[in-house]
């Protein structure tokens, strides 16, 4: 299943046409994928984020049963809508829920999910690892895992890769990024940048620029979860 899905759980087709398609057009870089209870929650572990409509999925017995293991044991990034008055049944305090009230539009639902996906990440960082994806960068232990694998880094290559996993979204000039990580330990141009970049995406096999992205004439960006 692409990593790129977003689920969408206890929306009605009927009454939320608008909102769906809305959805649709503003997430049409990802895969959305609608379900309806049936499903195994569990494979909801190979996505970005869930957009989940409490209002619906409190009457869906299907969803009922699995609700508060979906909330608060599952660790992706996650959009809760909801009415005002509901709001004092979530405890949001550790988990990566972020809530929207009725009304809202596809935009804001947006902009929920990117703020839950960096809460995400900066937890992650506390607890010593950075995870996206299949690529694991272990912060104690100076390693680059993909797809359980460990990878053969030199120094450089560990925290040119970590630095930028560490912002995700941000972009960084060649030159701040040559002051950041070789400071004064390289006297050269900005090309050692590029080399390193170029080896870097070898080894995390980022053929298509999957997590490390170039922003033209500037330098370089680790993806954020809108990928532009």
Known sequence: MPKDNIFIIGFNNKSQKTLI?????????????????????????????????Y???????????????LIYKNELPKVVILSKSQSYEFDISETNIELCFHPVDALEIKKRLEISYLRKIKSLQINNSIYFENLTINLDKYEVWLDGNKLNFTFKEYE???????????????????????????????????????????????IKNQFIQTQWNVGYRFRSIEYK
Do not use: C, M
């Open 160 to 206: 040119l890769l970590k630095y930028l996993a560490s912002n995700p979204g941000r972009v960084f000039s060649r030159e701040a990024l040559l002051e950041e990580i070789w400071s004064d330990d390289y006297f050269g141009g900005t090309r050692t940048v590029d080399v390193h970049i170029r080896r870097i995406r070898s080894k995390i096999d980022d």
């Open 55 to 69: 209002d619906n999925i409190t009457i869906n017995h299907n969803f009922a049963e699995s609700f508060s293991e």
């Open 21 to 53: 398609k809305q959805i649709n057009d503003t997430f049409n870089k990802n895969k959305i994928v609608y379900l309806n209870g049936d499903e195994d929650l569990n494979k909801l572990q190979n996505t970005y984020g869930i957009i989940i409509d």
